[in-house]
């Protein structure tokens, strides 16, 4: 146990060089500061990017017929609604379907032509692509049943048509035919266009376009099943009942996102790593100036050493004083660093744009607590074992 008297000789030894003692703390200021940045920017990015692509989905299956380039495909090879319903009705764990078509449109609006992608879709879509719903609603059963010529548009081509006006129950004329506007959305996470949904998509119900095209089959294809651990197995079940349900020789792309979700898990935790040992590297060499400044110390204070050891001190006495002094340093250097290391992400935030928050995780805080006091008293124990090891007669003729 440290003793009263040894604590009260360690504070006044770090009282009497203030300078030297701060300079020596601020390498494990930093180096535990960033520990807490590391971790918490590791975190929240991997947070983040998981976040972007479980937004599209992470239990989303996706599938299409194979296409030749300049190749028409065979009807009987196209996927049809009736493939939709065996799929959902053969595996358990798909709990719902959509089914997509793109065409090429032009919306005229006031006399003004606009290019535009026409999209239809069926009733489960916007379940499981997270479309957000801005103003208006999405389309009901009346409006699938009954081939109602309503639609939705992207927020984008709103103000780009509309501007401030209200779009909703607007007309607007599609190639040869009037809808009115039922709806604006976006999509819950910007695909930055890699989906069906662009910055000027018009979505109109698949059950009309199949009408007025005469054209029964998909161009894209959704199944959601109920967790993420069944999507594996349900994308080659998906598989097995598209080949098995149309003529030899019909080819599918069936795909899920379990595969960039592994591979963004792998990159996250490998960036983390990098960070957290260049963090550690800061906090190894704050300890070896830890150790070096302490060994200068136990040279210059060989006569106090000498004069306490000859009054009585033992030599435990002076190795746990010694201990402590470099033990005070790097914690209070580490409580210091914990808490400009909290401050900074709460200072950026408002500066952060969008709705990213950078929490800051107890376990930051709880590993740069631990590692950098206890580098204090790792890198303490040589200066503090060679100053118990001094011999008293030869301490008191130094100098």
Same mark, same amino acid.
């Given at each position: 146990?440290?003793?009263?008297?040894?604590?009260?000789?360690?504070?006044?030894?770090?009282r009497?060089?203030?300078?030297?003692?701060?300079?020596?703390?601020?390498?494990?200021?930093?180096?535990?500061?960033?520990?807490?940045?590391?971790?918490?920017?590791?975190?929240?990015?991997?947070?983040?990017?998981?976040?972007?692509?479980?937004?599209?989905?992470?239990?989303?299956?996706?599938?299409?017929?194979?296409?030749?380039?300049?190749?028409?495909?065979?009807?009987?090879?196209?996927?049809?609604?009736?493939?939709?319903?065996?799929?959902?009705n053969?595996?358990?764990?798909?709990?719902? /379907? *959509?089914?997509?078509? +793109?065409?090429?449109?032009? $919306?005229? =609006?006031?006399?003004?032509?606009?290019? #535009?992608?026409?999209?239809?879709?069926?009733?489960?879509?916007?379940?499981?692509?997270?479309?957000?719903?801005?103003?208006?609603?999405?389309?009901?059963?009346?409006?699938?049943?009954?081939?109602n010529?309503?639609?939705?548009?992207?927020?984008?081509?709103?103000?780009?048509?509309?501007g401030?006006?209200?779009?909703?129950?607007?007309?607007?004329?599609?190639?040869?035919?009037?809808?009115?506007?039922?709806?604006?959305?976006?999509?819950?996470?910007?695909?930055?266009?890699?989906?069906?949904?662009?910055?000027?998509?018009?979505?109109?119900?698949?059950?009309?376009?199949?009408?007025?095209?005469?054209?029964?089959?998909?161009?894209?294809?959704?199944?959601q099943?109920?967790?993420?651990?069944? /999507? *594996?197995?349900?994308t +080659?079940?998906?598989?097995? $009942?598209? =080949?098995?349900?149309?003529?030899?020789? #019909?080819?599918?792309?069936?795909?899920?996102?379990?595969?960039?979700?592994s591979?963004?898990?792998?990159?996250?935790?490998?960036?983390?790593?990098?960070?957290?040992?260049?963090?550690?590297?800061?906090?190894?060499?704050?300890?070896i100036?830890?150790?070096?400044?302490?060994?200068v110390?136990v040279?210059?204070?060989?006569?106090?050493?000498?004069?306490?050891?000859?009054?009585?001190?033992?030599?435990?006495?002076?190795?746990?004083?010694?201990?402590?002094?470099s033990?005070?340093?790097?914690?209070?250097g580490?409580?210091?660093?914990?808490?400009?290391?909290?401050?900074?992400?709460?200072?950026?935030?408002?500066?952060i744009p969008?709705?990213?928050?950078?929490?800051?995780?107890?376990?930051? /805080? *709880?590993v740069?607590?631990?590692?950098?006091?206890?580098?204090?008293?790792?890198?303490?124990?040589?200066p #503090?074992?060679k100053?118990?090891?001094?011999?008293?007669?030869?301490?008191?003729?130094?100098?």
């Open positions: 146990m440290v003793g009263k008297e040894t604590f009260t000789v360690a504070i006044d030894a770090l009497a060089n203030k300078l030297r003692a701060f300079l020596t703390m601020l390498g494990v200021l930093i180096g535990s500061a960033c520990i807490v940045l590391v971790v918490t920017i590791s975190m929240t990015g991997r947070q983040y990017i998981l976040g972007l692509i479980e937004g599209v989905g992470s239990n989303i299956i996706f599938a299409s017929a194979l296409r030749s380039p300049g190749r028409a495909t065979a009807l009987s090879y196209e996927i049809t609604m009736d493939d939709l319903t065996a799929i959902q053969n595996i358990p764990a798909v709990v719902v /379907v *959509a089914g997509t078509r +793109e065409l090429d449109a032009s $919306i005229v =609006v006031n006399g003004i032509e606009h290019p #535009a992608s026409l999209l239809g879709v069926t009733k489960g879509y916007q379940e499981i692509r997270h479309l957000v719903i801005l103003s208006g609603r999405y389309f009901d059963d009346d409006d699938m049943m009954l081939r010529k309503v639609c939705l548009i992207t927020e984008d081509l709103s103000k780009k048509v509309f401030n006006q209200n779009p909703f129950g607007q007309p607007i004329k599609l190639n040869e035919l009037t809808f009115t506007v039922v709806g604006v959305f976006r999509e819950r996470v910007d695909t930055f266009g890699q989906t069906e949904v662009q910055r000027n998509t018009v979505v109109i119900p698949f059950t009309l376009m199949e009408y007025y095209t005469e054209e029964h089959y998909f161009t894209g294809t959704y199944f099943t109920a967790t993420a651990d069944q /999507v *594996a197995p349900a +080659e079940r998906v598989e097995q $009942i598209l =080949v098995g349900r149309h003529p030899q020789g #019909a080819a599918f792309t069936v795909k899920n996102l379990s595969g960039i979700l591979v963004a898990r792998e990159i996250s935790n490998a960036l983390s790593i990098i960070l957290l040992l260049i963090a550690l590297i800061a906090l190894i060499v704050s300890g100036g830890i150790m070096n400044i302490m060994l110390t040279t210059e204070r060989t006569r106090e050493i000498g004069i306490r050891r000859a009054i009585g001190a033992r030599r435990k006495e002076i190795l746990y004083q010694f201990l402590l002094e033990s005070l340093i790097s914690g209070v580490a409580v210091l660093g914990v808490f400009a290391g909290i401050s900074i992400p709460v200072l950026v935030q408002p500066l969008g709705n990213l928050r950078v929490p800051v995780p107890w376990i930051a /805080v *709880a740069a607590l631990a590692v950098s006091s206890l580098t204090g008293t790792f890198f303490g124990y040589l #503090a074992s100053a118990s090891s001094l011999q008293p007669t030869e301490s008191l003729r130094y100098e």
